[in-house]
């Protein structure tokens, strides 16, 4: 990294140099000791994320972030009810099974994104992903996964700037049923 690097890009310096007190301040404390240590180590931290991060034009959407945040609030409330209630009420029957989606998001903090949130849908987490594919797996197949899968995509790609229209060379998902977990092989015993 450069002095370049620094003067080139003042926003994101001041944002991670922000991050850092943060985080150091949240660490130690409001000691105004402390900042003899810590304003070097907040520093250095901050060149060290530059050197191995190097800033780069986002596209993120400011409204479309404040819209995601109550629809994220809403899903994390509704799969938590939805989990609880299949717990606690034994008459609402499962079937679980697994969903492969193609993930529709090019840019790798979108997909990042959509990845960790897949699991605030209603009885749904992210099992497994493998290129464009991710396998979602679901308490009840029989819900509308698809459908949800395919709101968050929306939601995510209106945040990174992205078009989160479907590909056409390729099908958005297919079911399975779950797949058991593999047992290990155990050695053979040989008293």
Known sequence: MHLQTVFAHPRAVLIRTA??????????????ASWIVGGPFVIAATLASLRL??????????????????????????GGLDVAARVLLPRLRV?????????????????LVFIDSISLLPGTLSAD???????VHALDVRTEVVGDLMTLERH?????????????DQTTAHRSPARPLEQPARPEDHS
């Open 95 to 111: 079937q679980p099974g697994n969903q492969d989606y193609r993930i529709n998001l090019t840019s790798s903090e979108a997909r």
């Open 53 to 78: 991060s190097e800033p780069r034009k986002r596209n993120l959407s400011l409204p479309s972030l404040a819209r995601f945040i109550p629809y994220f609030l809403r899903e994390s409330l509704r």
């Open 129 to 135: 992903l493998r290129g464009d594919h991710v396998t």
């Open 19 to 32: 991050g850092f007190a943060l985080v150091w301040l949240v660490l130690v404390g409001p000691d105004p």
């Open 156 to 168: 995510v790609a209106a945040i990174f700037g992205e078009s989160p229209a479907p590909r056409p």
